[in-house]
Structures are given as C-alpha cells and as structure tokens.
C-alpha cells in the first residue's frame, strides 16, 4: 500500500487546515488509516485514525473537539480536518496505515507515508 499526504502549510493560530491522504495499492490489508506528527525535537505522537470498514474513531486529548478525521472510500481517500489551530499543532504530519483500529492505537503501523509540513504561527 502507499500513502501520499498533501495539504499542508504556513496558517495562523485560529486558522484551519485540511490534510488528505491517498491511499493507493493493495489496501485490504489495513483498516485502520490515520495521522501521526512530529514536532522538533519531539517525539512521534498519534493524532487521529478512523477504521475504513465502520465508523470508529481515535482522536488525542490534544485535539479532540479541533480535529474531524473523516474518509473517502470511493476516492480510497482520508481526511484531516484540523480547526483552531494552534502553535503547538506544528509539526509534519504523517499519514500512516495498520490491520486495524487497536494496532493503529498501539502504534503497529504496518506503512507509512511521507510527511506534510504544518506550521502554525503568526
């Protein structure tokens, strides 16, 4: 499977942006498709993941009631919806799949896509 993300960019704190995340290939081995970021200096955290096949969801403490992650199966296609952005949402952001919802979670991500850069600052 590849993952191309896309979407990323210079925005100021309060602003939104979107982030997409092509999924391509053979894709019936992951169900579960999402973001990861990582700011300088920092370790790689979880963000959000949404399982391709029901409606389950993950969201971190830190961007819950921010972020809406939402999907496209026909254009094999998900979304990161990210509002009120803040200084501390900057990062480049990884688009990353794995069998389901739980690894995804527990961070067994079985691909990886190269990432987009967010940076929020005014």
């Known amino acids: 499977v590849q993952l191309q993300a896309s979407g990323g960019g210079l925005v100021q704190p309060g602003e939104s942006l979107r982030l997409s995340c092509a999924v391509s290939g053979f894709t019936l081995d992951y169900d579960a498709i999402g973001w990861f970021r990582q700011a300088p200096g920092k370790e790689r955290e979880r963000v959000s993941c949404?399982?391709?096949?029901?409606?389950?969801?993950f969201y971190a403490d830190s961007v819950k009631d921010r972020f809406t992650i939402s999907r496209d199966n026909a254009e094999n296609t998900v979304y990161l919806q990210m509002n009120d952005l803040k200084p501390e949402d900057t990062a480049v952001y990884y688009c990353?799949?794995?069998?389901?919802?739980?690894?995804?979670?527990?961070?067994?991500?079985?691909?990886w896509g190269p990432g987009t850069l967010v940076t929020v600052s005014s």
């Open positions: 949404i399982s391709m096949s029901d409606t389950s969801t």
């Open positions: 990353a799949a794995a069998i389901d919802s739980l690894a995804w979670v527990g961070g067994a991500v079985g691909a």
